[in-house]
């Protein structure tokens, strides 16, 4: 039987129902799509993270428009099942660029395209769905236009008041000529039920940690489901376990990084759920008589003042610094990894300069007597989230650059982590050089195995 683009896009409509939706496993070359065609896939969404990192670039925008059509236009003729083509913010400057990027899509056999707003003005996006919307209908080609909203994912606007804002750019966008609504980055099943009840097209939803299963997501109402750049992840993921572990003279090496841009004032950790590389490690000194010690990945400090808020002295002297070190794939309790966490250098470096003395006694900044594991408690995903957005969160809503920020170096890394510890209040015993430590300093421990990594974060205010 001939498949034609336009039965495939019927078919590839016919999918979104909300009972069971439509689960998306996102492919970035031509093998992955046909692995996952292979694995009985109805359909296939290609990942933009994924296309970029095979061909040497960052995420975000970074990709050539002739680079991305030409590797969606292999996938398309690899495959028979429908194709739907991540074109990040539609590979153009403009809507006419857009509309340019749409062409080449429908030209490339593909049945449908996700374009995002980002930081970008929703009604910047809305301009850029309804020049898609009229190119393919002038072309006489179906096209399902998946908008997706970047409130949840990007953490745009105070937290109480994202959902309204979330359900106006779903109207505005559908207005434009949207076919499907997808906001990434929501995971509260009060929320999605909220969602999807809101709003009039096929809700699309992003499967990942702390996310409903795809049968939950259905019976609340989710049409569709995304791994994103998951699966792309999890394949550089088995080739950096797959690959010799490096000697001390081995040379580094870092991905792209996402979104093209650094944050403020810092050396960036590896992203998390967003990025593909990994820093590969270094050789290990042994911690308990086996190859178990703590490498250094990268570090992360984002710095509040650095930052155009409408109110200047909204910062103060807020900042986050993160420090992300690996752990080897030998198993490793918690306790242990905390007591690693502890020796390690990057662990006495902490607090812009200060440090910790051979008995475990922190200098410079900060003084915090006796920091062992056990001052650490376990805490749930929920309650880290609530702490460190009220602490983020406290003056006004956040300048979208400090929110995209924070997201991918704070929020991200929590969402992931598969334990969670807070360094609890220690009285007396933690002091500043100017006074006692209180509610304006936060410090957590983040363990997360399938990347296996320990993430140091502390957020303060000095």
Known sequence: MTVTQSGNAHLFRSLHTAPAPLALANAWDVASARVIEAAGAPAIATTSAGVAWSLGSPDGDCLTRDRALERIARIVAAVAVPVTADIEGGYGTDAAGVAETVAGVLAAGAVGVNIEDGTRPPTELATRLAA???????????????????????????????????????????????????????????????????????????????????????????????????????????????????????????????RGSPTRNSTRCSPTSTDVGRSAR??????????????????????????????????????????????????????????????????????????????????????????????????????GDLILRKWANQFEDLPVDLAADLHREVFDRLAAADSIYCLRELGDEAMHDWGGVYGEFHEFVLIDRSAERITLLVAADD
């Not at 699309?204 to 795809?214: E, F, K, Q």
């Not at 650095?306 to 109110?311: E, G, N, P």
């Open 282 to 383: 270094a050789a290990r000194t042994t911690l308990t008589g086996v190859q178990n010690e703590l490498a250094h990945e990268g570090s992360a400090f984002v710095n509040f003042r650095h930052y155009t808020f409408q109110d200047a002295r909204s910062p103060a002297f807020r900042w986050v610094d993160v420090k992300c070190l690996l752990f080897p794939t030998a198993p490793v309790d918690d306790a242990e990894l905390l007591a690693a966490l502890i020796r390690h250098e990057q662990f006495r470096d902490d607090y812009a300069g200060g440090g910790v003395d051979p008995e475990g006694l922190r200098h410079g900044p900060y003084w915090l007597k006796a920091v062992t594991p056990d001052a650490y408690e376990s805490v749930g995903r929920e309650e």
């Open 132 to 258: 898609a919307r009229q190119t393919a209908d002038r072309s006489g080609e179906d096209l399902f236009l998946n908008a997706r909203v970047d409130t949840y994912l990007l953490g745009l606007g105070a937290p109480d008041a994202r959902l309204k804002e979330t359900l106006t750019r779903a109207r505005l966008y559908v207005d434009a000529g949207a076919d499907g609504i997808f906001v990434p980055g929501v995971t509260d099943t009060a929320t999605i039920a909220a969602l999807a009840g809101s709003i009039s097209v096929p809700l699309n939803v992003m499967a990942g940690p702390g996310a409903p299963t795809v049968a939950e997501l259905g019976a609340l109402g989710v049409a569709r489901v995304s791994l994103g750049s998951g699966v792309a992840q999890a394949a550089y993921a088995a080739a950096r376990r797959a690959a010799p572990r490096g000697t001390s003279s081995a040379p580094a090496t870092t991905s792209p990084s996402p």
